[in-house]
C-alpha cells in the first residue's frame, strides 16, 4: 500500500468540506485508481471528474500517471470568474 497526500481546490473543496486529505492506495497505483477511490467516497468528485485539471508534485499529469508513496495529487476544478 501507498499513502498519498491530495489537495482539493475550489467546489470540490467546498462540497467535501476539507481542502486536503491522505489517502491509502494499492502499490503500483495510478492516478486513475486514486479518482476511482476518492469518487466512490466523496460522490461530488465523480460529478466532476472529467472536468477537474490534475496535478502530481506540482506536474500535471494524466490519469495513467503512476503515484508513489507520498506523491501530492492535486485535483483542480475549472475557474470561471472576471
Keep these: 500500500m501507498i499513502s498519498i497526500h491530495v489537495l482539493l481546490f475550489a467546489q470540490v473543496a467546498v462540497d467535501i468540506g476539507q ?3 491522505q489517502i491509502e492506495l494499492p ?4 492516478v486513475d485508481d486514486a479518482l476511482a477511490a476518492l469518487s466512490e467516497r466523496y460522490p461530488s468528485i465523480a460529478l466532476q471528474g472529467h472536468q477537474l485539471a490534475i496535478a502530481v508534485n506540482a506536474d500535471y499529469a494524466d490519469i495513467g500517471h503512476k503515484l508513489s508513496p507520498g506523491d ?3 485535483l483542480i476544478p475549472p475557474v470561471s470568474g472576471g
Excluded at 502499490?27 to 495510478?30: E, P, R
Design 19 to 21: 481542502a486536503e486529505l
Design 27 to 30: 502499490d503500483n497505483a495510478t
Design 72 to 74: 501530492e495529487l492535486a
